[in-house]
């Protein structure tokens, strides 16, 4: 407590310091004002912005994060530019960086190669001959799999690394996309099959409506066996840990200490994510055609490499994916595709840069104290909770206090020695290296005590998380800037802004899954029968409001999917307004925020809320973000979150005779 009580007199002197030079961080151009508040708060906040950021033919959506992204790639790029024009020595990171970017924006180049890059792991697949090959084929296949292996804390013991093994193996990703049967769904899985067609003609294959079908087939059989996205979020039932032996017994149609040998690990024992998907893989590999299975290794590689080959393959990859997925019009410029790249192949060393130029350390000063605020604000909060237990509440301030705080940058950045980049080899073949690259990193934790260190997101990225493995909040430099943060703005702005981030990846630690988490990122119940049974009351009530949200015509949000993230909104809120009363109130009377541009500092807290969330979207995209994502649509993580929030009622004089209005009794209350 010493800590964070130091921490908070911190920011009371330093906002006091600053508030007479301090503007309102609202942008009064992004209201909407012939919209009345109460009936549309999203529309009344966000409607300027909406008319001033027009979908352009390249976004599906474009909203507050995709335009500071656009700024972060700018940035990013203008720092890439200048290395790429130079001459570096090989193996440098500067030579690293600029062949990756100099090779991904060389189209003429991969299109004069066409498919040859590819052609050497396709005759890898072609070359199978045998079922008994397929053990040591996946082991050391970087290019097709039935599944995902990966390395990641141990959730019963999350000091160690463990290898987990996750569902995969359908390219559609969500397996809805396979078995609805609406209108809107058949017609993607027609488009599907008639895009796998055309990439296996492009690739030279003979029959290739016979081998699209082959691919629809075998990729519905492995999503009948998936978890849908409601189950994937049960922590407890993702979790199946097991020996090495039993795996053989679960799965005997892959010799798995050869497969292991092949994949370069040893290990006695795995965490198996969805074991009927696993089974099932299993039983495919056991009794289906060889050619067929080879026709599905061979789909993946194409669907692999289609990003690094010619421009005709990647337009036919974007015509799918991009316009009938999706809704969009034009693939984004090369230049963008090319920063894409080099982020997710040397992201640190790029962030290194990144920091050094465009993150300066008083924002990640004022960062720290408005995170200890807000760590105040949720302990008081917890403490005061009339349903929870004396029992539980001492749980989950523990939990609370011992969350760890990563803000802008790590404090160790990672080691690119080993990545080989040689601009004389195809980009195709940069990239393969670079995902061997990867997975080495990865297999390199296992069985080695869990870093805590380490950072799971770019410094430039626009994001932020949290890990309930390791209980940790992170927010990297790239989120910590206008809309969410503006070090010239109020405190009403960055309460409401990013003060609500914070407070969402606070509250993900006690969300539905985070709450299966102890202090030290263990999957062990902290919580009495009772307390649980009650909160889990209350998040129904929250996903019985969600699921009478109509998205689109005959539509409707998937409550259940987007729980946790509606939790981690609603906790963000209420933690993230009391931080801000808490701390108006230490200030001196003659200090503390008055009406400023025709808003209250109550009100301009909601606004700057909901403009974190302004975005234009495409139709299609709204049908495909609602299958495929966790988190509610930007409009309803503003008109669907604030009528449950008593705060936003006061602040806007909000009456039953609004449209928005949800009556006390019926509003979700949790944190």
């Known amino acids: 407590m010493k800590k964070i009580l130091f921490a908070l007199a911190t920011l009371a002197l330093m906002t006091t310091a600053c508030t007479k030079q301090q503007t309102t961080g609202i942008h009064l151009e992004n209201l909407d004002t012939t919209i009345v508040a109460q009936n549309d708060f999203y529309q009344f906040a966000t409607g300027g912005w909406q008319k001033n950021n027009p979908l352009t033919a390249e976004y599906s959506r474009f909203g507050s994060f995709d335009k500071l992204g656009l700024q972060n790639l700018e940035q990013v790029n203008g720092l890439i530019q200048e290395i790429a024009a130079k001459k570096h020595s090989q193996g440098s990171i500067a030579q690293k960086i600029g062949d990756v970017y100099n090779l991904a924006m060389d ?53 160690m690394n463990i290898m987990n093994e996750w569902q995969a193996g359908f390219s559609l990703g969500e397996k809805e996309y396979y078995l609805d049967e609406d209108e809107h769904t058949r017609s993607i899985r027609a488009a599907y099959v008639a895009y796998v067609e055309k990439m296996f003609s492009l690739f030279g294959f003979d029959k290739p409506a016979e081998r699209a079908q082959t691919v629809l087939r075998m990729e519905t059989r492995l999503a009948k066996a998936a978890y849908s996205n409601v189950e994937l979020r049960d922590p407890q039932r993702n979790y199946n840990k097991m020996s090495i032996a039993e795996l053989q017994k679960l ?63 990647y337009m036919t990859s974007f015509d799918f994916y991009g316009k009938v997925l999706s809704g969009r019009e034009e693939p984004s410029p090369l230049w963008k595709r090319a920063v894409g790249t080099v982020n997710g192949t040397l992201g640190e060393a790029v962030g290194q840069m990144y920091v050094k130029k465009y993150f300066p350390e008083e924002n990640k000063a004022r960062m720290l104290a408005l995170v200890h605020n807000l760590q105040r604000a949720l302990g008081i909060r917890i403490e005061n909770l009339a349903w929870m237990s004396d029992e539980t ?101 960055n309460y409401g802004a990013i003060g609500v981030v914070i407070g969402h990846e606070m509250t993900h630690g006690f969300d539905d899954q985070g709450c299966q988490f102890d202090k030290d990122g263990n999957m062990v119940n902290w919580w009495t029968a009772e307390d649980k049974a009650s909160f889990d009351a209350r998040t129904k009530v929250m996903e019985e409001a969600f699921n009478k949200i109509e998205v689109a015509p005959g539509v409707h949000a998937n409550g259940a999917f987007t729980l946790g993230e509606n939790i981690a909104d609603h906790g963000g809120l209420q933690i993230a307004y009391l931080a801000f009363t808490l701390n108006e109130e230490s200030k001196p009377e003659t200090e503390r925020l008055q009406e400023r ?67 006390p009794e019926n509003r979700v209350s949790i944190w």
């Not at 697949?125 to 141990?154: H, K, P, T």
């Not at 950072?455 to 909040?473: F, R």
């Not at 139709?619 to 936003?648: C, F, M, Y």
């Open 393 to 493: 509440k001492a749980k989950a301030l523990e939990k609370l206090n011992a969350m760890t705080i990563k803000i802008g940058y790590p404090d160790t950045w990672r080691d690119y020695t080993k990545l080989d980049i040689n601009a004389e080899d195809t980009y195709y073949a940069n990239m393969k290296r670079a995902a061997k690259f990867e997975q080495e990193y990865s297999l390199s934790y296992l069985g080695k005590p869990v870093d805590k260190a380490k950072w799971y997101m770019t410094p430039q990225t626009v994001n932020a998380y949290y890990n309930p493995s390791s209980n940790e909040i992170c927010f990297p430099a790239g989120i910590l800037q206008y809309p969410f943060f503006d070090m010239s703005a109020d405190d009403a702005f």
């Open 107 to 159: 189209t003429a180049r991969r299109d004069q190669e066409g498919i040859a890059p590819v052609q050497a792991t396709l005759a890898e697949v072609a070359a199978i001959s045998s079922r008994e090959e397929l053990s040591r084929v996946l082991g050391a296949a970087m290019d097709f799999q039935l599944w995902a292996m990966y390395v990641e804390a141990d959730a019963m013991n999350s000091s």
């Open 251 to 313: 799965v005997p149609q892959i010799d798995w200490n050869v497969y292991f040998e092949a994949l370069g690990v040893t290990l006695d024992s795995i965490s198996i994510g969805q074991i009927p998907h696993m089974q099932e893989a299993g039983k495919m590999l056991g009794d289906e055609p060889l050619d067929d299975l080879k026709t599905l290794f061979s789909w993946q590689v194409i669907e692999g490499a289609s990003s690094f080959l010619t421009t005709e393959i």
């Open 597 to 663: 541009d025709g808003f209250t500092p109550a009100q301009r807290f909601f606004l700057a809320y909901a403009n974190v969330w302004a975005a234009n979207i495409r139709p299609e995209e709204i049908l495909q973000r609602t299958k495929s994502d966790p988190h509610s649509l930007g409009r309803w993580r503003v008109n669907g979150a604030l009528p449950h929030i008593g705060a936003w009622y006061d602040a806007w004089n909000v009456t039953p005779e609004s449209p928005m209005y949800i009556a």
